[in-house]
C-alpha cells in the first residue's frame, strides 16, 4: 500500500511539472511576443527635451523656438563664440516619421539663411552614440539623412552640412538629434 502511494505521489509531481512546463512555454512565447512588437512599432516616446534649449559654447539657455533664428544670426556675427547647437526630439518630426514638423521646417530656413551669410559655418548632424533600439536607430539615422537634404536642398554645399555620430567635442546626452553650427574664426 505504502508503495502505491509513493507512486502516486510521484506521478502527481510529474503531472504538475508538466502542467507547469506546458503553461510556462505559451506564456514565455507571448511575452516575447509583446516585446519584439513593441520594439518594431513603439517609436514615438514621450521625450524630456526641451526645445528651447540652445547651447552656445557649452553654455545652455532657454530661447524661444520661435526667436532661435535670431539667436542663430547673432551668434554667427560673434566673434568670439564658436559653437551653437540645439536637439531635434520626437516632438520636431511627425510622430513615427523623417518628416519635419512646420517648427523644424522654420529653423531648417534659417539654419539656411544664417549659414549661407557665413561661409566658414559648418552645420553638423549629430546622432546620439546609443539608442533604445534598432528600430529607433533607423529612425533618427533616416531623420538626419532627411535633415541633410533638407538643408542641401535649400541651398547649403554639401561638405557644409556633416551627419556623424557623437564625439567628445560634440556631446549628446539625451539621445536625441542635435544640430551643432561650427564657425572658424578668423586668426589675428
Do not use: C
Not at 8 to 21: F, G, H, S
Not at 25 to 37: E, K
Not at 58 to 80: E, R, T
Not at 150 to 179: A, C, Y
Amino acid at each position: 500500500m505504502s508503495a502505491n502511494l509513493q507512486l502516486e505521489r510521484k506521478v502527481r509531481w510529474i503531472l504538475a511539472l508538466i502542467i507547469v512546463m506546458a503553461l510556462s512555454v505559451p506564456i514565455l512565447a507571448v511575452r516575447s511576443y509583446i516585446a519584439s512588437v513593441r520594439e518594431k512599432k513603439v517609436l514615438h516616446s514621450p521625450s524630456s527635451s526641451d526645445e528651447r534649449l540652445v547651447a552656445i559654447d557649452g553654455q545652455l539657455m532657454l530661447i524661444d523656438p520661435a526667436h532661435v533664428g535670431g539667436a542663430m544670426a547673432a551668434w554667427a556675427k560673434s566673434n568670439k563664440q564658436r559653437t551653437l547647437s540645439f536637439e531635434l526630439s520626437d516632438r520636431s518630426f511627425a510622430p513615427n516619421s523623417v518628416a519635419p514638423s512646420a517648427i523644424t521646417e522654420t529653423r531648417v530656413r534659417e539654419i539656411v539663411q544664417v549659414a549661407k551669410a557665413n561661409p566658414m559655418l559648418v552645420v553638423h548632424i549629430v546622432l546620439p552614440a546609443h539608442f533604445p533600439s534598432s528600430v529607433m536607430q533607423r529612425l533618427e539615422e533616416n531623420r538626419a539623412t532627411r535633415l541633410r537634404g533638407e538643408l542641401l536642398t535649400n541651398g547649403l554645399s554639401p561638405p557644409h552640412v556633416i551627419i556623424g555620430g557623437e564625439q567628445r567635442d560634440f556631446p549628446n546626452g539625451k539621445g536625441e538629434l542635435v544640430v551643432l553650427l561650427s564657425k572658424q574664426l578668423a586668426t589675428t
